[in-house]
């Protein structure tokens, strides 16, 4: 009974509270985000490449933004926004020798080595199967030791589909050195990568578990490679890889040595993520994070990869939460939880700021109640385009990794009745899509960690990663009403 006038004056509280929350989200300036959206989508950036001039200057961009809202900076003794995050570059220099033709990297066929080791003058097994099991009911005749085998497309897609990694275990347990495979989709993967050789690769953070075993060393041809692979025993295949003639056994050796030589080279670079706070009235409480990287794949010769959308709009869309977040404080309304703003570099190059800031935090992993990333926002998705959908300016795609049950999809729904009503769309959560958005962006991390999450976008546009993600093509209205979203989910997130 005692309770019900405290429960009536917390709601009129709570409501008061609500109203004026969403007031200041009304106030959102879409000229704020379109300026500075066209800032960092600039020629001058150069597309923002991890660790390049537009790299930095983009932080120190996002650094000021934090210090004009009265962002606390956690580093040098409270006078620096940056962590120096250090990533491993790796240079590879690989050449595919079939009996006595060399060729480099790309040309042809693709290395996916699990360790830098030369793999030299192979005996090669042919597998003309076309199930797995056929293949397994084989193997065992089969002298795979100390040899590469070779399996057509129509196998390869079949062990793809039910994982890989058991292939892989069983041959390495028979002693085979490499997997060969072919398929008429190399050529076009191919055909990618040589277009995007201009960006470095990094070593990846992720390690094997203590005790797994090394994937073996892939190599994938092109069918032109192929045919190269089999000229010496006269042998043809369909476009699918399978043999023509295939003769009465299902499997083969062949009168080809392969080898390939790989030589690594690694190189210590830095890179910044800039990390602001916002102290809560209860600092013994966990902290809550929002997120965005602010990074993108740079300039190919005089190709500029603007990353308007990707992830420029992120950015500005964190930078803009940052001014509203310091109006509700200068209202009185601070928030209960700590507010950790991260603006993340190397997402494009495989997480690489989001991976650091996990194993460096400012608050530890296990005082991180939740994690909000914002991943490209502001644009209106292929699907609703294509379909012309009547919500495409009033949607935003949503993936909730609610791990330890703490209301984030009520944080999220419940922003959205009290301010944008934008159709929240979960079509990423569907089995099929989500282990591809859970590990497509700075979230994944932290869901390694434990930490429970909410992501918002706007999903892909024909412009993904392309020269052409340029600042004019972001739709400045549905990127203000994505960002009042991420605010409201955030001030709510932070009150829990
Ligand atoms: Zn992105």
């Known amino acids: 009974m005692r309770l019900f006038p405290l429960l009536l004056f917390c709601s009129t ?14 106030g959102c300036s879409t000229t704020n985000l379109k300026k500075n959206l066209y800032y960092l989508a600039s020629a001058k ?21 934090y210090k004009a809202n009265g962002l606390t900076a956690p580093y040098d003794k409270n006078r620096s926004y940056f962590q120096s995050i250090t990533a491993i570059l790796k240079q590879d220099k690989a050449t ?3 009996n006595n033709k060399r060729f480099d990297i790309f040309d042809g066929w693709q290395l996916y080595p699990s360790l830098p080791a030369d793999l030299k003058d192979m005996p090669v097994i042919l597998a003309n199967h076309t199930s797995p099991d056929d293949f397994y009911r084989d193997l065992p005749q089969m002298e795979v030791r100390e040899k590469a085998v070779v399996l057509n497309g129509v196998l390869m897609a079949k062990f793809f589909k039910s994982g890989i990694d058991s292939l892989s275990n069983v041959l390495t347990k028979r002693g085979a050195l490499a997997i060969i495979w072919s398929s008429p989709s190399v050529s076009k993967v191919l055909d990618r990568q040589r277009s995007r050789k201009f960006i470095p690769q990094y070593v990846q953070p992720q390690t094997p578990a203590p005790g797994s075993v090394l994937p073996l060393p892939e190599i994938a041809l092109s069918p032109e490679r192929l045919k190269t692979l089999l000229a010496a025993d006269n042998l043809t295949t369909n476009t699918d890889g399978t043999l023509q003639n295939p003769g009465d056994k299902n499997y083969r050796e062949l009168k080809t040595i392969v080898s390939v030589e790989l ?11 800039v990390i602001g706070m916002i102290k809560g009235t209860d600092t013994s409480l966990a902290s809550v994070v929002i997120s965005a990287h602010h990074d993108h794949d740079g300039v190919n010769g005089k190709e500029i990869y603007y990353g308007a959308v990707d992830n420029a709009s992120g950015t500005v869309a964190v930078m803009e939460i940052a001014a509203m977040m310091n109006r509700a404080v200068k209202q009185g309304l601070r928030p209960k939880r700590t507010i950790v703003f991260a603006s993340f570099t190397g997402e494009e190059r495989g997480l690489l700021g989001s991976a650091w800031y996990v194993a460096h935090p400012v608050q530890p992993m296990e005082k991180t109640y939740a994690v909000l990333n914002i991943d490209m926002m502001g ?30 999809r009520d944080a999220l729904y419940g922003a959205n009745d009290a301010s ?26 932290f869901y390694l960690k434990g930490v ?45």
């Open 420 to 445: 944008t009503k934008l159709t929240l769309d979960t079509h990423y959560e569907a089995p099929q899509y989500i282990m591809r958005r859970l590990t497509g962006s700075d979230q994944y991390y």
């Open 263 to 273: 030589n690594r080279q690694f190189k210590e670079t830095h890179a910044p993520n």
């Open 96 to 98: 595919l020798t079939i």
């Open 45 to 65: 950036m150069e597309g923002r490449a991890m660790g390049s001039k537009g790299d930095v200057l983009a932080a120190n961009y996002v650094a000021a933004a």
């Open 452 to 496: 429970p999450f909410i992501r918002i976008d706007c999903g892909f546009s024909t412009d993904y990663h392309k020269p052409t993600d340029t600042p004019d093509r972001v739709n400045y209205s549905l990127l203000t009403k994505q960002t009042q979203l991420a605010f409201v989910t955030l001030w709510n997130l932070a009150n829990k």
């Open 379 to 408: 644009r209106p998705d292929t699907i609703h385009v294509n379909h012309k959908m009547a919500d495409s300016t009033n949607y935003a795609y949503i993936l909730v990794k609610d791990t330890l049950n703490r209301g984030l």
């Open 13 to 26: 509280i709570c409501a008061a509270q609500q109203k004026a929350i969403t007031d200041i989200a009304g």
